[in-house]
Each structure stands twice: as C-alpha cells, then as structure tokens.
C-alpha cells in the first residue's frame, strides 16, 4: 500500500518533519494546514521540497466548519476555499479534507449539507482538484461514517468522496462493518489512528492521546480489513494527536510510525490467509499487503549479559557468587565469564572494545544484552529488520558461533539463540567450560521470570509497539505503583506460553528511581531480573545465610496483609520470618522478594509462582521503592 | 481553625512528609494507610515521631468496602477494623475514616449499612475511638453526602458521624446547600479539595487531578461557608491525589497547602463581613478564619529590573537605545541604570554583591525583579508573609527609599512601590536623574502590558495560588499552544482593571523553549515583556527604521488570516507590510509584534489592545515558537 503520515504527528519545522518523515521510507505526507501558516517558504517551496525528498502530498487538511450552513456563510466559505485551492495547487496536492462541522450555526440538513458538498466539490473539480468528507467523531450534526457516507452518496459527484478516520469511527464504538458496502472508489482517503481506551470527553481525548496502530487499545485491524474488503485502493496514512509524540525526537517517531502500518498490513494479511476460501475475509484486494517473516516463537532467556569491567566486574563476580552463581566458563576469544546456576546464564563482558564496553564507558555497570530462545533465529532477526529494527553483527572469533541479534530501543542488544542449541550449546561452542562442582543448591533457580525495565515517558508507546510488532508479545494491564516521588505505571508485555516477560515502566514524574534510571541510560534501563525459584522460603533462607541484603519489608506490611488477602497464618508467619512479599490472584498467588542494588543500579528478585497468577505483585513494589530512597534528589 | 493535611497530598517518606508539613505549621496530619505499610518503625514510633514534631494524628484513612455487606463479609470486616483499631490506640489516632462501599458485593439498603457502621461505631466505642463516615463519589449505592447523612442518622450512635470531602461533592456537581442544617457536631472531618472542571471518569480524575482549594475550579469557598454554618469545629484538612504533587520537593508543596487553607479562611471571612447581618451567612460560627490583610489593589507596573553586568549589561543598555529607550538615570549608591521610554521604567542592576548579582551568576542577563505600584505597600507585603510569602529586604543606601519586597515563586522579587510617588517618584529618590532630552517619539510605550513567564510544570498551580492569594489577581482561561517541540499551555492571571497582567506558560515536554527557559531558570522565567502602544504600526516602522529585529512571519500566515478572521484588506496590508501579528474576539481586537531574543534569553513584545480585547493572541505564539527554533536539541 501507499503509505502516508499528518506532519501534525510529529516534533519540529515543517522541513524537519518532512525529513524525518522520507528517512522512514513513507510515500507522502498529510500537510496540517498549521505546519505551513509558520512555514517560512511559499507552497510551490514546500511542493519542491516535498517532490526533492520524494514525497507526495497526499492530503491537505483540515477544511472544517463548511457543510449545511447558512447561504451567507455558505458563500463565505467558498472563497476560502478557493483560497485553499490556489495553496493546493501551487504546493502539488490534489485532495482537500473536509471534516464534519461542528459550528453552531450549522443546520441538520442532510440535503442541504449534500448540496452545499457538490458546490465544493464542483469548484475543486474546475481545478482538477478532489474534497473528502470526514466525519468528526464531535461533529455537531454528522459524526458517524454512516452519516457521512449518506451525504456524499446524496451529492453524487465525482469530485466528492469519503474519507475514514478509525479514530472517529472506534472512539464512538460506532460498527465499522458498513464499510466494507461502501464502493472503495468513492473511499477517497484513509487515516488509521489507535488510543488507550480513556472516560474522557471524545475531543480532548482525540487531540492529546491518540497514538499509532498497535501501540493502543482500539480494533484498528478489523477496522482496516472492512476498509480494504470495501476495494479501497488508495493510501493507508496516520494522522497522530498526542502530545508525548509532539515533544519526541521526530527521527524515532518517524520509524514508529512505519513499523506501526508494516505491522498493521501484516496483522491484517495474517487474518486473510487464516480465513476460509470464499469468504469476504479472503476475497481478492485492490492493494498488496506488507508481508514479513512472521513473529518469532520465543522459548525463554537462554542468557543476560552483563556490562562490567575492572573492578566493577570483579565485585559483580563476588555479587553473584554470593548469590550461588558458578563461574563456570570463560569465553575463547575474549574478555567473557559465563556464570550459572539451575536454568540461568548470565554473562559479564568485560571484553574491551566491544559494545558491552561502550554501553559500560556510558552507562558503567549495566545490562547490555541478553538472549532469547527461539527455533529460526534468521526468520527472527528477518521478521526485525523488515519491521524497522536494526540488526547487530559483532565481530566473531575462530570456531565461534555467530548468533543473529538486533538493536532493541534505547540501544541495548536482543540475542536470538537457536533452541536447538539447549540450555549450554551455545556456551559450548564459544566458552572454554570448566567442570560444573557437585554441591549442594544455592537459589535453586529456574529461568529468568522477567526483567523490570525503566522507560524515559516518550519510550513507552515505542516498547509497547517493539514488543508486539518485532518480538510477537501481547500486552497485559496497565498499574499504577506509588513511588515516594512520583506514580510509575507498569505494563508487561510477553508471550502466549509466559516463558518471555518484559515488565515496562515509565513515570511522568522526573524524580521516581525509574525516571532517573531511564534518563541515565539513554532512555530504556533494565533495573531488575526476576528469577523463577521453586520454593522461595528455603531459597531466601539459603541466601540469607551467605550474607545476600534483600530489601527490608516493614512488619506493617504483615500486619495489613491478612486484613486485604486471604492468607493461611502459617504461610504469613514463614513469609513474615523470610522478609517474602506476597500477592495473590483468583487464580495463585505470588511470594518474591528484592536484592539491594548493585553500585546502585540493577537489582535482583526472586519470585515463586504459585498456580496461575499472572503478574508481578504492583502493589508490593512501593514496599521497594520506599526502602530504595538512598539519593534523595531535593525533596 | 485547626489545620490539617493527607500524608497522600506530598512526596518522600512518611518521616520527610511529617517534617515538611510541621515545617509549614499544620497542627495535624490524615494519615493514609499506605504511607504506613511501608513505613519502618511501628505505629508506636510514628505516633512519637508525630507528637515531637508538634502534630496530632487527627485522621486515619481510609477503611474502605466495609457497609451493607452480606453477614460474612461483614463479620471478617468488623475483625479487619479491629486490627485498624489496634494500630489507631498505639499511634494515638482517634478517628477512622470509612468510606462507602464500592465493592459488587454491596447491597442496596441503607438500614443494614447504618446497622453495620453501628455495629462499627460500637466496637471504636469500646476503645474510646471515633469512625467517620464519607460518600465517595464513586461509591457504588452511597456517592451523595444527603444518602451518606441519612445512613449516619439512622445509625445514631455517638460515635459515628459524617465525614465531608468538596471534591466528592462538587464534583458531581451536587448541591451542598443542605450541609447547613446538619447538627455541626456530627459532622466529625471535613477534607476540603479543588481541582480543574475535567470530562473525565470520576475516580480517574479524583486520583490524579485534584489539587488545593484556590488552585482550580471548584466552588469550594461556597462549600465551606455551608459546613462552617452547619456548626462544624473540626480540622480544616487537604486530601489531595495530585501527580504532579507526588513528584515535587515536598517543602514547597507544604507551604502551597497551608497557603490555600488561609485563603480559603479568609475568602469565606470576606463573604461573612460583607453578609447583611441576621443572615445565615453573618450568624456567629463555632471557629475562629484566619484574618489577614486585605489582597492589595494594584495599580499597575512601576518598573522592571534585569540582572546583567559588564558587556551584557553594556550590550542590553545598546539594544534598548535602539528601542528608544534612553538611560536617564544612575542610582545614587549602587551600579544600576535607569532607562525609561514613554510610562515604561528599565532598570538594568550591575551591583556587585546584590540579588541581581546573585540571578546573574546564577542564570546570565534576566529579569530578576518587578515593582507593582499600589496604595499601601507594607499592608501588600503583610498580607503575602501572612500568605506564607517571604518578605525581602535589601541594602538601604543614604536618604534612598526603602521599597517594600516579597519573594515570588521561583525566586524573583516583587517590589510594592507607593502609588503616591507617581511614575518617577521613586526614582527622583534614588537615582541621579539627567534632564530627558525633547525627542520625537520612537516606540511611543504607554505601559507594561503584561509579563510572559515560562513555568516548569510543578510551579504552575504553586503560581496560580500565590498570583490569587497573595497578590490577589483573577485568572483566565487556558489556552494550547503549538511549540515545535511539544504543546504549551497558557494561562493569564491579572487584575479587574487589567493593569496587571502574568501570563503563565508551562509545557509538559520538556523540549520547548518554554520548558528549557524554566529549567535554566529555576523553575520560573520571565520570558518576555509586552509594551502597550498607541498605534503599532508606526511604532514598528519606526523601530525597524532603528534597525530593530523583529521575528519574521510567514507570508503564508497573511495568507489564511482573512480565511479565519474578518478583517479589513486595509488593515491587513499594512500587518503584512510591517509584520504584524493579528488577533481578534467578539469585544476588540489585538496587533502585536514580537523582537528576536536578547541573547537567546527574554525578548520584548509590542502590542496594542483595540477595544476589549482580552486575551494575548494565544494562536500567534506559534509563529514565534516556529522562529525561535535557533538551538534545536537532538530533535
């Protein structure tokens, strides 16, 4: 499909927005008409400049505030169109948005709104020009599609179009099957839009918290499938109101945006291959959908790599050795420990020169990469590239394997490992593996549950829509955790079978420990790494005896758990004893518990699952926060 | 009144909240359960560290689903409040909040839940303990105070009373007329809380978008008036869910809370005094309203001050030269110049070792000062330190005048000059005044128009409660603003004669010019002075002929004006010859202009009001916002 963005849903000039906007390979642009009133040039200046970066200007918009008016107004309104017009023509674009009035003048008068579309319609057509007519999920009269659609057929004229926003339609829960009757030549133009569902009034909603397909909660897909199976043939463009977006580098946003309609085509595709011959769903369309590799089947970590060096490395050595990790190889080739211990490998790259050492020069001690289990490597880092990710190819030494990876955002590095491989191929082939003791177990750990990401705000939306286009993972609720300096919200994303959790939050204050996290290192940090236990009050009471400094939990939190869960005393007083949180679900529950910081950045927790509890006891993350305000910021 | 707040309504710790609001002289605390839980110590070492530092515990919240519930809920609730109850007697709390039921499991029938809150109230009995009772506004069967007041009544136990909260009030939008005739004594708390009107679900908007009494929307002076005529004698308390509270240094978010609870007082005590007497509203009440100082009346501004030494100070001196301004005198004791240009006083300070000394070193050339002039100055600076403002004052040099100050927000001062000195009173005092030499007219200035402050976030609602309380301005609608890098909403406050006016910017991204202003500034800049003109566009030819530089607007904005606002083609010409932005409402209209920045910190703003108008040409910043991107940050 041809594919278009609003230069409204993006930060900077008018000039910048358009760079930005071909850098990521779109086709053309939708001029909002305020980008071009401060714009320095003339329009036959942004016309050049567009044609010189080799996009179109598929729609000029908005017209607002025309339809059904009364005649002196109506006649007012001509000449500003004509206006209009002129600009249109002297910039090179050919299709005008007229969106629904929402004057108070306005009359409810379908013919009359029809007739007063044709007149508008007849002067763009004696300019070879073409109008769309939207309607305004706030319109005052005319704010279903339905109602537009019986206007334009009313005019009948074929200068004279529909054009659907999915916002408008999906905001209102208004049906969107209709339009797959609609005929997809009088479909003039498309604008796909998503959102978190909110109880906000529609306009304020749609002006500030719209965001890209697949970043929301709205059904774009099946939205855009009565599209296409309506014939529509013309561009799939992305207009975006969201202030976040607005104060977001436009480069990144750009790139979002692309990824949001490749995943959107690829979405949509999916659902016709799946659909029985002979059925709407799978009747031949007027456009070719994008087709990427599909989502990678993902089967856990098979590692975490560290970021360390000298000293830092040695101290992260001892950390982890406390904790019951065996150091159990040493790579061939360079500067690498592998340590170990039930089904976790972590990694500490002490390698100099490498990327782990710019991320250590930047950031110091830090997670820098980590790796994922999967049967097809290349179809994953396929599936990545074709869906706007960057791919990474590290410098390999003799007998070494190469293992595929991409560049996650924020810059740390996503490792696909093939499954085939098990839980220690991959180290074979690359670590010199030195005899695993027989002892007794430590942590006695399972898999790594999930890692705890801090996200600057403007990287939230660009997880949310990595995660799902790039990785296949669904998105779980949305949670707000009390930090003494801010809320965090907190979302995990993972895949169907659980065995890959990425927990990500973001807080609008500045001050939260995830805030300065996120800003110390560059916008996404891995703060935690949760690792699965069997049996949390034997691990816990195991690694206290090493010496390991959890998190201490107040015994108040004891004294209230009972009286907000049901808890069998004899568990409350062991959790209690162990210093173990606790969380429960009609379907299990959750005992974990929190390390201290390592130099003050990541940490660990431990956590058991019990039946099929399924989140990451938000609530008791205060409890961690609250013991965790150690760099007070001027509070 | 006794004057309390939620331990909710500030960030930090529970012990760095207690010292901030006894650091703000608050006589007690609502303790939120939360803030407990996780607190260290137990309830007998919250209770201690409450009484040192001089606060009671007047409240302990909230208890909540407890009401109407089937008979085994209930029995587990009643254990849950003795468990409550235990914490209360050790942390020496006397009061419970209940708030109503929001549980599916609630049933519909108000005798069961004034059976049960008996029950409830009998068991505090025991312990010499109160329980409070309180509609929420989402309550799922009790959400009005009048349902809330019969469930307490037909309870009728001595220990059970009501429990008001404006926000769960007002906004629903329920009447609180009826407040006065509940009998004063069993009304047992009241929790006074603002916020902006918002179309938004209750809940979301209570948890996040209140703020205090004076900073939003809400009648809450009415509200108040009504429980004081009830008889209540209670605590006069904030509970206040706040995001952007959550994430400021606490100390300043104390002293905004005590500031609004002695606004509060003191707007209902201005409504007693002016009650003719046998009304409800002049009858005798149970407590004492705060009694400050009146607000002052301001007359407009006496003059403006820069920090700038050296070549700035030279360089600033030359680019005011070139506005017309000529220096015209020197201070008599210290190194600050005196320029003046029609009823406009400048004052450039190089004084070594003084405030603007310190704002130099601090922040470069900027405005560090103002003088407002008003009838009584000393009762202007009584009524803001009785405001919680912090007075000022500066080195007195021989037979200079002394110039009452205050601090603003930020860091600023405030001067109260005389209004019986008249324009140049002042500086006849303390200034070495040279004879003004006979000039044609060059700007033609009539008057400061208004100051543009640039605002970082949490410093918003901090100004609009001090421009309101303390120098008693009103305040005007809010407007969005397209910054190239994020939205900026704009806000005026300004007094009835419109003779001062601040305009307040603030952005949530924190890319703007806006946000980057603030943050260099400590939290408040003044961004730009605007000069009122006779006639602008001689003003601007004559200006340019002087060769100042004024921010260029595009063609193209001349282009759509007369698309979007009635005007005369005359008129329109000589805006587009001069470069003069437009703006028009119902009542006047509005020309201005803006200069490029000095120094890349403030710049100026010519303007000139025609009839009624009122506003600052909101829409047009943008053209400047686009002008101004000369240091773009990564975008």
Redesign the interface.
């Known amino acids: 499909m041809r594919r278009s963005i609003a230069t409204v849903s993006l930060?900077?000039?008018l000039r910048?927005k358009l760079e930005a906007i071909a850098a990521a390979r779109f086709d053309g642009i939708e001029l909002f008409?305020?980008d071009?009133?401060?714009?320095?040039g003339?329009?036959r200046d942004l016309g050049r400049m567009a044609q010189d970066l080799g996009l179109g200007i598929d729609l000029f918009q908005p017209f607002r505030d025309f339809e059904a008016m009364p005649e002196a107004l109506f006649r007012k309104s001509l000449d500003?169109a004509e206006?209009?017009f002129d600009?249109m023509q002297e910039m090179g674009a050919q299709l005008m948005l007229c969106c629904s009035n929402t004057s108070p003048a306005v009359i409810d008068d379908p013919d009359l709104a029809a007739a007063q579309l044709y007149e508008l319609a007849e002067r763009a057509a004696r300019r070879n020009l073409r109008v769309g007519f939207e309607a305004l999920a706030w319109g005052r009269v005319t704010n279903l599609y339905g109602q537009a659609w019986d206007i334009v057929r009313r005019a009948n004229h074929p200068h004279l179009g529909l054009i659907l926003d999915s916002f408008h339609t999906l905001s209102l829960r208004d049906d969107p099957s209709a339009i797959a009757d609609i005929p997809g030549d009088k479909i003039f133009f498309l604008q796909m839009a998503d959102a978190p569902w909110?109880?906000?009034?529609v306009l304020?909603w749609a002006r500030?918290h719209r965001n890209f397909p697949g970043q929301g909660q709205l059904p774009v897909v099946p939205f855009l499938q009565r599209v296409l199976e309506a014939g529509y043939s013309g561009p799939l463009s992305l207009e975006i109101f969201n202030?976040?977006f607005?104060?977001t580098?436009?480069?990144r946003i750009a790139v979002d945006a692309m990824r949001s309609l490749l995943h959107l085509e690829s979405e949509v595709r999916k659902l016709r291959e799946a659909a029985a011959p002979g059925t709407p769903a799978a009747a031949p369309l007027q456009v070719e959908l994008f087709s990427p590799p599909a989502a990678p089947e993902l089967e856990g970590f098979s590692f975490l790599e560290f970021a360390a060096q000298g000293e830092s490395a040695a101290d992260l050595g001892r950390w982890l050795g406390q904790m019951g990790f065996e150091r159990v190889g040493r790579h061939r080739s360079k500067a690498v420990d592998l340590y170990r211990q039930g089904g976790v490998n972590l990694i500490v790259n002490a390698q100099p020169g490498s990327v782990a050492s710019q991320r250590f020069e930047a950031h110091g001690p830090s997670v820098c990469a980590w790796g994922l289990r999967t049967g097809s490597p290349l179809a994953a880092v396929n599936r990545a590239t074709a869906m706007c990710s960057q791919r990474y190819d590290g410098p390999i030494g003799p007998s070494e394997m190469h293992v595929p990876a991409i560049v996650v955002p924020g810059g740390n590095l996503n490792y696909f490992v093939p499954a085939a491989l098990g839980e220690m191929g991959l180290f074979e082939a690359d670590f010199e593996l030195a005899p695993v003791p027989e002892q007794p177990a430590v942590a006695d750990l399972q898999h790594i549950d999930h890692l705890g990401l801090g996200l600057a705000l403007d990287q939230r939306d660009t997880w949310v829509l990595f995660s799902r286009a790039v990785l296949g993972l669904e998105t779980g609720d949305s949670v707000n955790i009390?930090d003494?300096?801010?809320?965090v919200r907190n979302q995990a994303v993972f895949n169907a079978a659980r065995s890959v959790r990425l927990v990500l939050n973001v807080?609008?204050?500045?001050?939260?420990r995830t805030a300065r996290d996120a800003r110390q290192q560059g916008g996404a940090a891995v703060q935690h790494i949760a690792f699965a236990c069997a049996d949390l009050v034997s691990t816990v009471r195991r690694l206290r005896e090493r010496g390991v400094a959890f998190v201490?939990v107040?015994?108040?939190?004891y004294?209230?758990l009972?009286?907000r869960l049901d808890i069998e005393p004899a568990l409350l007083q062991s959790l209690r004893e162990a210093g173990i949180l606790y969380d429960a679900s009609a379907d299990g529950a959750y005992l974990h518990i929190y390390t201290e910081r390592f130099d003050g950045r990541f940490f660990f927790e431990f956590v058991q699952r019990i039946g099929g509890y399924d989140g990451q006891g938000g609530f008791n993350a205060?409890?961690r926060m609250?013991?965790q305000?150690d760099d007070?910021v001027?509070?």
Chains 1, 2 share one sequence.
Request: charged share 20%; glycine share 6%.
């Open positions: 930060s900077g000039t910048e008409e305020n071009f009133t401060h714009f320095t003339s329009a500003r206006r209009k600009l909110m109880q906000l009034d304020h500030h202030d976040v607005r104060g580098p436009n480069r009390a003494p300096f801010g809320l807080s609008d204050s500045q001050r939260t201490p107040s015994p108040n939190y004294d209230d009972p009286t205060s409890a609250v013991a305000v007070p001027g509070h």
